[in-house]
């Protein structure tokens, strides 16, 4: 992060703010003219530090009421078996996040669901069967106290 500026993550601040705003008003918040700014942007995308510009959907509005935390846990650690799993987690839409950590677990998932009732069914006839699971514990989200707002920039 050495070689960016702080116009630049003056950018990426704003960037994280609003994806869809307009370079003119991208290069007013920042101070910038819209040249400048544009090329500022171009090499920011160019150099990794932005890998894709997305849209966040409101989950309530979408009807998934339940929010799981879930720890996996394996029997057997096998690469070949993990490879699997996680090729079969990525495919899994309603897994938002998956997480190989160190620790008691081997895996932390977020998964979202309709309600308890899809959430028991998602459990039982997808997430028990992936390849490797011995053992699953889920921690159910009460309320959200602070959502991903972006990375911190210094």
């Given at each position: 992060?050495?070689?960016?500026?702080?116009?630049?993550?003056?950018?990426?601040?704003?960037?994280?703010?609003?994806?869809?705003?307009?370079?003119?008003?991208?290069?007013?918040?920042?101070?910038?003219?819209?040249?400048?700014c544009a090329r500022r942007l171009k090499r920011l995308e160019?150099?990794?530090?932005?890998?894709?510009?997305?849209?966040?959907?409101?989950?309530?509005?979408l009807g998934f009421g339940v929010v799981a935390f879930v720890?996996?846990?394996?029997?057997?650690?096998?690469?070949?078996?993990?490879?699997?799993?996680?090729?079969?987690?990525?495919?899994?839409?309603?897994?938002?996040?998956?997480?190989?950590?160190?620790?008691?677990?081997?895996?932390?998932?977020?998964?979202?669901?309709?309600?308890?009732?899809?959430?028991?069914?998602?459990?039982?006839?997808?997430?028990?069967?992936?390849?490797?699971?011995?053992?699953?514990?889920?921690?159910?989200?009460?309320?959200?106290?602070?959502?991903?707002?972006?990375?911190?920039?210094?």
């Open positions: 992060m050495s070689d960016i500026d702080k116009l630049d993550r003056a950018i990426l601040r704003a960037l994280q703010t609003d994806a869809r705003i307009s370079n003119a008003r991208l290069a007013e918040t920042v101070g910038l003219s819209e040249t400048p160019q150099d990794g530090y932005i890998e894709r510009y997305r849209t966040v959907l409101s989950r309530r509005a720890y996996v846990r394996f029997a057997q650690h096998d690469r070949t078996l993990a490879d699997r799993f996680e090729r079969e987690v990525c495919a899994i839409e309603r897994i938002l996040s998956c997480h190989n950590v160190s620790g008691t677990a081997d895996y932390i998932l977020q998964i979202v669901a309709r309600d308890l009732d899809d959430y028991g069914t998602f459990m039982r006839d997808q997430l028990r069967g992936l390849p490797g699971v011995t053992a699953v514990e889920s921690a159910l989200s009460l309320r959200e106290v602070k959502a991903d707002n972006g990375l911190p920039l210094p």
